[in-house]
């Protein structure tokens, strides 16, 4: 497999950014193993970049791993840039990973704005680690998931960690289809499923998301 794809800055996940490898640099040491380092990556992002999905801008100049960090919060695509650039830079083969999923503890106010309980493009992360591709979604940060009596996705670096499946003794999230796995954000075809699910936040003034 090459692995140089997964390695190298791109558009959306620019690695070579500066402040992105300053802050992988704060994150974790040179001295762990690649692992333990995709673990303390892991945790910085999740815990450290804020869940806001509710002020998307779909300008392609807008949309970075560099903006995420600037902002200090995202939705879970924005995060996942985050999370993989940062794995660059400690030469972690990283990728994203696409699926639509079915939020079953979303708040209300949420659904009725996407008029949908499935969230289409939703971001994670996969790393290559002691031979084998290992998931994980920094999506939601510690903090939020107290909020709504989640306990918070864990990761170890060896097992995949992509299902909230249950609070409460209710189902959390369920995965509905896979985009697949890719190098770098594939912008026109997040659009696009984005048009084609919520075509009510295209129209009008009340345009939530902005398309370049």
Same mark, same amino acid.
């Given at each position: 497999?090459?692995?140089?794809?997964? %390695?190298?800055? *791109?558009?959306?996940?620019?690695?070579?950014?500066?402040? #992105?490898?300053?802050?992988?640099?704060? %994150?974790?040491? /040179?001295?762990?193993?690649?692992?333990?380092? /995709?673990?303390? %990556?892991y945790?910085?992002?999740?815990?450290?970049?804020?869940?806001?999905?509710?002020?998307?801008?779909?300008?392609?100049?807008?949309?970075?791993?560099?903006?995420?960090?600037?902002?200090?919060?995202?939705?879970?695509?924005?995060?996942?840039?985050?999370?993989? /650039? #940062?794995?660059? #830079?400690?030469?972690?083969?990283?990728?994203l990973?696409?699926?639509?999923? +079915?939020?079953?503890?979303?708040?209300?106010?949420?659904?009725?704005?996407?008029?949908?309980?499935?969230? #289409?493009?939703?971001?994670?992360?996969?790393?290559?680690?002691?031979?084998?591709?290992? +998931?994980?979604?920094?999506?939601?940060n +510690?903090?939020?998931?107290?909020?709504?009596?989640?306990?918070?996705?864990?990761?170890?670096?060896?097992?995949?960690?992509?299902?909230?499946? $249950?609070?409460?003794?209710?189902?959390?999230?369920?995965?509905?289809h896979? $985009?697949?796995?890719?190098?770098?954000?594939? $912008?026109?075809?997040?659009?696009?499923?984005?048009?084609?699910? $919520?075509p009510?936040?295209?129209?009008?003034? *009340?345009v939530?998301?902005?398309?370049?």
């Open positions: 497999m090459n692995f140089d794809i997964y %390695l190298r800055p *791109t558009r959306f996940i620019d690695s070579d950014n500066r402040d #992105v490898i300053e802050y992988a640099n704060l %994150l974790t040491s /040179a001295h762990r193993t690649d692992a333990q380092k /995709a673990v303390d %990556l945790y910085g992002v999740r815990d450290g970049i804020l869940y806001d999905p509710h002020n998307i801008i779909l300008r392609p100049d807008a949309i970075s791993a560099s903006h995420t960090l600037e902002k200090g919060r995202g939705y879970c695509v924005e995060k996942s840039l985050l999370l993989a /650039a #940062v794995g660059r #830079v400690h030469k972690i083969p990283s990728r990973g696409f699926s639509i999923v +079915k939020n079953h503890l979303s708040t209300q106010k949420f659904i009725e704005m996407l008029r949908s309980d499935k969230f #289409v493009f939703h971001g994670y992360n996969e790393f290559w680690l002691n031979g084998k591709w290992v +998931k994980c979604t920094p999506a939601f +510690k903090s939020l998931c107290e909020k709504f009596n989640v306990a918070p996705l864990e990761f170890d670096g060896e097992h995949d960690s992509i299902f909230h499946e $249950y609070a409460d003794g209710k189902k959390y999230m369920e995965y509905l896979e $985009y697949g796995q890719f190098d770098d954000l594939p $912008y026109n075809l997040f659009v696009q499923e984005l048009q084609a699910h $919520y009510h936040l295209f129209e009008g003034e *009340t939530i998301f902005l398309p370049a």
